[in-house]
């Protein structure tokens, strides 16, 4: 079972890039990824989840404490995620209505800039 | 005309987080053998991952990680049967500490319910027995 996280913060909007399997195992990773962006002082971030085949509970709950974290310093958590099947854990649980989600990085990155200029 | 046999397919493993992508990886080769759907499976995978996770996060709580999950599958017909039975001690609040994060208490739960068609959680001596029902089609 392969797990790969990266974390890209050279850009605008600091990155968490998974690959693999997130679930019990390997969700610790993912939390202390986004914990060391919130005390670097990040207010949003992008978790890519393009390469993720599979997303369980713990996963959604460490998205989900993020969200709330950053929330509470009115930012936010942007998922990317074109993959259906990952895509139906959050729509199952109604996740989906309280999370962004895009089909990729430039959707993502074209709603912002709408956004800011409207 | 007598009724075809059950098949059993059984899975010893230790309550251990790292072996929770075994049990997944196991039920994806039984349920394939059914005439599930390509989504049903996934859902398959996914339920008894969380039923699965749920033991481990017990195992957790009451330093139970020595035990064993015994992941037993029974096909019959249609239905596919999954018990996962763990002996991580009993499921109450007032036990140690979760590691989990509190967002997602409820969480595994809540999916397993809507993944499966029936679900049944049985406290059995030194744990719990959690049995889903599958249907085909």
Redesign the interface.
Known sequence: ?NFKINTRTDDDLPAIELEG?V???TAPQL?QQMLALLDGGATEIMVDLTKVD?L???G???L??GL?RMREREGNVVLICPNQ?VRR?FE??GLDKIFDIFNSEAEAHAQAAGKESG | MTAAKAHIVELRMPCQ??Y??VA?LAILGVASRMRFSYDEV?DI??AV??AC?NS??WARRNARQDSDILIRSTMEGDALTIEVEDQAGPRTEATGQSS??????G??A??IT??VDEVRVIPREGGTCVQMVKRAG
């Open positions: 079972m399997e679930d019990v195992y939390k599979y369980d509970s713990t959604l709950g460490v989900i404490g709330k099947r854990v199952i649980t | 987080p790292e929770v992508g997944r996934e995978r996914l991952g969380e996770t481990v996060e989990r994060d509190p967002e997602s208490e969480l595994g809540l999916l809507l993944l």
